[in-house]
Nanobody, 124 residues
Framework: QVQLVESGGGLVQAGGSLRLSCTAS????????MGWFRQAPGKEREFVAG????????YYLDSVKGRFTISRDNSKNMVYLQMNSLKPEDTAVYYC?????????????????WGQGTQVTVSS
């Protein structure tokens, strides 16, 4: 069982940046792929990014490629999502998620557990 706690969300203007952080505990963090997904009001959960257990292999939702960067620090049990050039359509609750194996998560089906989420709001 893994426990995940997200932080770093907030309100930002379009074109701005935010960095989300996720602290993991409870199992051997470095053995599993990690990622982020989001859910906007009235919409389904949407995979955003994934990273392999050791990095640097990553995978992104097409609409965030070139704007978002996922990274991890296994020495600190942390995962990050750097979000640049934010758009109003990026507004959602963002969740940190643990993969089911060591591979790079590439869809919602690859996630086994997640945190409580952090709100990201991008104003136009």
């Amino acid at each position: 069982q893994v426990q995940l706690v997200e932080s770093g969300g907030g309100l930002v203007q379009a074109g701005g940046s935010l960095r989300l952080s996720c602290t993991a505990s409870g199992r051997t963090f470095s053995l599993y792929g990690m990622g982020w997904f989001r859910q906007a009001p009235g919409k389904e959960r949407e995979f955003v990014a994934g990273v392999r257990f050791t990095g640097p292999s990553t995978y992104y939702l097409d609409s965030v490629k070139g704007r978002f960067t996922i990274s991890r620090d296994n020495s600190k049990n942390m995962v990050y999502l750097q979000m640049n050039s934010l758009k109003p359509e990026d507004t959602a609750v963002y969740y940190c998620a643990a993969g089911k194996g060591s591979y790079v998560p590439q869809s919602m089906a690859d996630f086994g557990s997640w945190g409580q989420g952090t709100q990201v709001t991008v104003s136009s």
